[in-house]
């Protein structure tokens, strides 16, 4: 019933006009509101799991179909819960965004007639919005909490520790970033999370040693394959890289895995209470993915392929005469600001692969898409890439990573397994149907 209300509107690319409704209308204005304040990868993952939490929550409390874990309430009866939906997902929004969406608020309800119905979802929506958000007070989001270490991580003390990308790194008209920028977010891995026990439940197995033969095959292959001057990456794998960059301009790379999740359960003839349960699945676990993924890396606190190559080879001691200094070495794709292992593309995409795959009960699904934010990079003006299951659509996405030099085979590797770990446990866990 519902149109998109931004002539940006992503669901303009992807949905068919019948399968327009409530849950995507809210998702598409989130999408639009990463967009256009370029909020960065882990707080979109976070404003993504907190508004799809709080519609679906306040729907579900007056449809009662699932069980949830948060308490947050029965709603009244006779309540409309699409409207109850649309008003919590706005409220949540609203405080993750600082963004009160009162036009699209307005537009939203003057979509209900006017009654009872519509009346008692409006106080339900917002008492349930409201206490998503006190459930949601001091959960370690705050910037005073995220910005800073306050001595959650300890750094590496060894030739491993991560340091600041250097000065060189930009495209035009694609993202760019500050010389020698600090860390992003060092404490968004302690954040309270979703449907994880902690942040630390996936935490995967350590690093290699820096003089050990698998990191200078490690080294050797993202040397000769990443640079911006490879010699053997062909010309498809220069465009997975810079097809899943989903840089700081458009909707990131959580938002790239919504964006496929509405192209591909549009069809499946879910009811509104079983779609809005199945986004706040995958905005939650994109949160927690995120949270997983952070704590990864700044526990590990391992340095990036740029760093390593340019300036840090002969540090490493390391006896294979590949682990060498190349001074004038540069990633194909900007290389982000913040510790390498492990890969939060890659976590992000297998939690969205695998969620979406346990909501159709399947992963061989075949599809094709186009990149969400074209304008990033010209060179992907109608490029369609196409994949032939779920699975195959994150190992791409995660490999984009390698071909585009700016992580390590083994942040990869580790990224989706916990990925898929973490969706697993949270497709089991949380929100089962009512016996």
Known sequence: MASPTHRS???SQILKPQNRNTVFLWVDTALQQVRDQRVLTPRAAYNYGLATAAGFLAANGIVQAYDEPFDIGAGPRGADPEVAYGVAFAAAAAEAFQQPFLFERLAFLNRFP???AKSLGVEWGRTAGRRVLDMRTDDGSEPSEVNYYLGRYDRRADSLRWSPTGPFYGASPGPAFASFDRCLFPGHGKIKPWTMKSGSQFRVAGFYDSRSPEFAEEFDTIRRLGGMESGIRTADQSEIALFWEDGPWGITPP???IYIAMQLLQDRDLSF???ARAFALIGMTQCDASICAWDNKYHYDVVRPESAIRVRASAFRNPDRRVVVEPGWQSYIPTPEF???TS???????AAAEMIALLLGRDDVAFSGRSPDEVLWPQLQGVTRSWT???????ENGLSRLYGGVHWATDNEQGLKSGRALARHAFHSTFPAKA
Do not use: K
């Open 273 to 275: 209470i079983e779609l």
């Open 389 to 395: 299951s779920l699975s195959h659509m994150a190992d």
């Open 255 to 257: 938002g790239h895995m």
């Open 344 to 350: 939060g593309h890659s976590t992000f995409g297998a």
């Open 9 to 11: 509107s992503y669901t």
């Open 114 to 116: 006017n009654g009872e």
């Open 339 to 341: 510790p390498a292992y």
